[in-house]
Each structure stands twice: as C-alpha cells, then as structure tokens.
C-alpha cells in the first residue's frame, strides 16, 4: 500500500462550537511522511502545529493541539474521515484556534474528500502492526481501551450513562470502507444538565440544536430550562417534557455510540501511522483515548519491533529464488525464505534445526547458534535485499567491508525461528550498500549489528 494525499485543496466554512467563529478551513496536498499538520494563518508567523498525541494540550469536550501559545480544538472530527480515507499526508490551513464544528458530525468533511480526489503516492505506507496486547484504564471514571493484535483497524466500542435514554450503547467498526456511511453522519451529543456548566467554562458559544444532539433527560426547574434556551436562542421548552431536543431525528438508533467510535477514529489518528489492530473501548473519551495514542507512540519509538511472521502465507523468495540470486550452499546458505521487502527494508526468515552442520561441535551437549552465523545469515538477508534491486542480479555478489555494534542478547537454539529484519541506513553509493540488521526469536532480539558491504561484478 502506497501513502496518500488529496488530489486538490478543498475549503470549507462553518462556526465554531466553542468559540462561536465564523471559521475559514483549507485541506491541502501534502508530500510522503508529512503527516498532518496544522497552519494557524491567523497568527503571525503563521506556526504550525503538528498532528501528534504529544502535542495534546486539552482533552475537555474535544481534543485540543498546541505547540507554544497556539492552540487549535475540535480537531477530532476532520482527522477521523482523512484516517478513513486512508489519507496519510495533509496540511491544514485555519483562521481560528478550532475546527469548524459543521453539523457535528464527520460527513461534511467525508463529502469534499469524496469530491476532491485521493492521490497516490510514490512512497510505501508506514503500519503500526500491534503484536501485543496494550491497555489504558481509568479506575475513577470506569474508562478503558484495550488495543489486540487484528489484520486491519477494527474497533468495538461501549458507552454507559445513567441517563435512560443512553444508559448503555454499542456501536463496532469491522473496516474503514464503511465510515462514511455508518460512522460519518453521527452527530456529536451533550446532556442539558451539561449546558450552563460548559457555558460558564467559556465553552459551546456557538452550539445549537443543528449542530449537536441534545439530551434532556433530567428535569431541571422552569427558569433554569428557559435560561438555557434563551442562552442557545431556541424556543423554551417545557421542563416536564423529557427527550431529545432536536429539529433532526437520530441519523441510528445508537448514534451517540457510533460518535464515539469517530471520536476514536480522530484521536487514533494523532498517533501519526495507520494502525492494523483491534481497538475495545469502554467509556471512552478524548483523555483516554490521548493516554492509548501516546502509549502507542512511545511503543512506536522502538524502532526494533518485531515483524509480522505468518509461516502459512506464501512467501516473496522461496528458497529456490534465494539460490538464484545467493552464491552461497549448504552448508552456509542460511536464510529461508523472504516474507516482506520493500526498497527500504528486507525481512528474512530461518528455521534452526538440530541438523544444522556447526551443531556437532558448538556444543555437543549444549547447542548453541555462533553468533557470527547470526550476524552472516543477517548479511546474507541483506545481500537479497541489495541485489534484487539489480539489473541481472544474479551476475553480482556482496562482500563484507565492515562490521560495527555488534550486540548478541540471546542463545539461538535448535527449534528456534529467526526473524531478520535488515533496512539501509544510507543510499547505495559507488556499489556500497551501509545496512542495519536486527535478528528476533519471538518477541526478543538476539542479535544486532551494523555493516557495510561492497556489490561486486561477478567474474
């Protein structure tokens, strides 16, 4: 899968929720690994904010991103529907510190993606693939999200209230091709009770009936009920008539829940990389949500994180095509198979059996992989890597000129599988190729190393 951008810039115009604005947005193209970022062109200078969890400053009633004194809000609902869409590259352009709030929902956003285009780029989309379980949970408020390893981003999520008419919801997202039409359209919601609380914290200046569910489901005295309609400019109410206030009936019958699943979506999104993993939520809200997309980008920070290794999947080489393009033979032929390559990165697989040649005397009571095997199976990995970029690779061959921070961390033994996962530290230059190599049995490494070798024309 290739990265993504828009085709076009689009602009769209709306109200602010919470500071009431008239607020001016412009979605642009953006080039490979830019990720979204934000442009306040209100401000002098002009600075931009980029899209990441660390840069959470706010999570009340909306995600809200800031670097220095600039702050934008409400951002959630924009980046739920460009992480839908797969588009991983956007530079975004805005007048106000927040998003425009437009009905309360993504769909507006989903229609001028849909309108505008989708590009394709040159470079290979970046996965964060969950291997393990990761869980955030709050004890005071019952909240917790767990994240499990999944094919792609699928998320199953619950709400709870002691409200009757939202006591418990679910809403679940199988996959993202059907966003638009069943997460999209779910309008954000608040409780009356809530109102004069968020107005009195400076909050929902620019909320009304047209952009937000409104949940009346607690009676509260005459005055009170006709202070708040008064506040929001809507005909008073009688406060004995309990419900929602209205003037569009429910887009789904838990669309509250289906919302909070967007909210999801949006705050996922900040962790900078599509995610292949099942997301479990349980009162979720825009805190924990940051807490699971920081944790994920910590665990993101490890750049030693183990490949996917499926054995029943058809791999890229088998050990035929390895032999086509290796000189090497038994018995120092020591990679397997290929399971993933890239221009960028190779990851290699082999399986140590007790048959293994250097097992008769490294030890014969104990067997034990040398770890200079290791480290020439990882340099074998990466001569795939480097001739198959070749024309007519079979007419070339690799050559070791280096060998730096050389680390061995764990016994490789009999029964054990090698993941080695090698990738170029620099551009191949005058036919030398510099590489990183790391070497995984489960979920730990048992090797690691540097090296530089030379492409030299066979005779």
Not at 412 to 430: A, H, L, M, N, Q
């Amino acid at each position: 899968m290739k990265q993504k951008t828009l085709k076009d810039s689009f602009t769209l115009k709306g109200q602010g929720l919470h500071t009431g604005y008239n607020i001016e947005i412009t979605f642009n193209p953006a080039p490979v690994d830019f990720g979204y970022q934000i442009k306040r062109v209100d401000l002098e200078n002009q600075p931009i904010i980029e899209a990441v969890a660390e840069n959470v400053v706010n999570t009340q009633r909306g995600t809200v991103l800031g670097i220095d004194n600039a702050t934008v809000s409400t951002v959630e609902h924009a980046f739920s529907a460009l992480y839908a869409f797969g588009i991983d590259n956007c530079l975004v352009e805005v007048n106000a510190p927040e998003f425009p709030i437009l009905d309360g929902s993504a769909i507006e956003y989903v229609k001028a993606i849909e309108k505008t285009g989708i590009a394709e780029q040159e470079k290979e989309k970046d996965y964060f693939i969950v291997r393990k379980k990761m869980e955030v949970s709050d004890p005071e408020t019952g909240s917790k999200i767990t994240l499990l390893p999944d094919d792609c981003f699928s998320i199953n999520s619950n709400i709870e209230f002691e409200s009757e008419y939202i006591p418990n919801q679910y809403a679940s997202l199988e996959c993202m091709e059907s966003f638009d039409t069943e997460i999209a359209p779910a309008r954000t919601f608040v409780f009356v009770r809530e109102i004069q609380k968020l107005r009195q914290a400076g909050l929902i200046k620019g909320g009304n009936l047209d952009n937000a569910i409104v949940i009346y489901e607690r009676k509260l005295p005459q005055n009170e009920l006709d202070e708040i309609a008064d506040a929001l400019n809507v005909p008073r109410m009688d406060a004995n008539q309990l419900g929602y206030l209205n003037h569009r009936k429910l887009a789904f019958p838990n669309e509250p829940a289906r919302h909070k699943l967007l909210d999801i979506i949006g705050d996922m999104s900040l962790i900078g990389k599509p995610i292949k993993g099942r997301l479990i939520a349980t009162r979720p809200g825009h805190k924990i949500n940051n807490q699971l997309a920081k944790l994920v980008r910590k665990e993101m920070k490890n750049k030693n994180q183990v490949p996917f290794y499926d054995p029943s999947l058809e791999p890229l080489m088998d050990i035929n095509r390895i032999k086509q393009l290796l000189p090497h033979r038994y018995p120092f032929l020591m990679v397997d198979k290929i399971i993933e390559q890239t221009k960028q990165y190779i990851v290699g697989i082999k399986n140590i059996t007790n048959g293994e040649s250097y097992f008769v005397g490294h030890f014969p009571e104990e067997p034990v992989m040398p770890g200079v095997l290791q480290v020439e199976a990882m340099a074998q990995t990466g001569g795939l890597l480097v001739l198959s970029g070749l024309d007519e690779p079979e007419r070339y061959s690799t050559y070791f000129l280096k060998i730096d921070n050389v680390k061995f961390r764990n016994k490789v033994v009999p029964g054990d599988t090698i993941i080695f996962k090698v990738e170029f530290s620099s551009e191949v230059r005058r036919g030398i190729a510099t590489m990183r190599g790391v070497a995984f049995v489960g979920d730990k490494i048992v090797s690691e190393a540097d090296f530089t070798a030379q492409i030299i024309k066979n005779k």
